[in-house]
């Protein structure tokens, strides 16, 4: 299986990089950055491509040919894109104008991590975004589109979100499988990747002769990323 992964450095991309060492079927994974070099996995055979948005909308990179899937793990906020329209080009456009390549190359499956609350017709901006690349890449009609809503990410970051450190408090203060609040409680960046890299090698991998979208909402990445 050779594999697209966007996001790769970022805190769900990595661990899926990491969740691919489990899986000897998957034989190569390019990996779409805008750093020259990374630290990778030695066990997981890498392809690293210096991409930026700019040169790939300009043309001068492709999809590769022969992939079976496309990994979009991009995500970032307003604060740290530096403007709305910064933000909707990494978080829809860049997806979008991807997906529409993969599907002309007839890539069969595409995965995408949204976020909790998506909705196109959201009065909340980042929501609106998040609900419109979900709906664009719906019809496209890939043979198979898993479409991933994690609430608030715990995990190693870089620079520091304000909110998942609440989240983390959050996390360790409330008992949500007690209060019946799963698909509200904060998740490890592990466990989406996983989610991810088990639906693409099982239902993902069965279901090609039809379209299908399949959303997967925070409490079944929980119940699917608890174990390997």
């Known amino acids: 299986m050779k594999i697209l992964l966007l996001g790769g450095t970022g805190l769900i991309g990595k661990q899926v990089l990491l969740s691919l060492v489990f899986y000897p079927q ?13 630290d990778s996995n030695p066990n997981v ?6 991409v930026s948005f700019e040169s790939f909308k300009a043309g001068k990179v492709q999809v590769p ?14 604060k740290v894109a530096g403007s709305e329209e910064k933000f909707r080009e990494i978080d829809y456009e860049y997806p979008l104008l991807v997906a529409k390549q993969a599907k002309a190359k007839k890539v069969k499956t595409f995965l995408i991590v949204t976020a909790m609350g998506s909705d196109p017709n959201s009065s909340l901006f980042y929501n609106r975004v998040k609900g419109e690349i979900e709906r664009d890449l719906s019809s496209l009609e890939f043979p198979y ?10 995990g190693d970051r870089k620079e520091i979100r304000v909110g998942e450190k609440i989240g983390e408090i959050i996390s360790a203060i409330i008992p949500f499988g007690l209060l019946g ?33 399949k959303i997967f909402e925070n409490d079944e990445l929980w119940e699917l990323g608890k174990n390997h």
């Open 45 to 50: 055979p890498i392809e690293l491509v210096h």
């Open 26 to 38: 998957v034989k190569k994974t390019i990996l779409w950055a805008r750093v020259e070099k990374t």
């Open 65 to 78: 040919d022969g992939l079976d899937a496309v990994i979009c793990c991009l995500g970032t906020t307003i």
């Open 181 to 213: 609040l799963n698909r509200f409680k904060p998740i490890l960046a592990e466990f989406v990747a996983r989610s991810m890299v088990k639906t693409l090698l099982g239902e993902a991998s069965e279901m090609h002769k039809i379209s299908v979208v």
């Open 145 to 154: 589109l898993g479409i991933f809503r994690p609430s608030l990410l715990l």
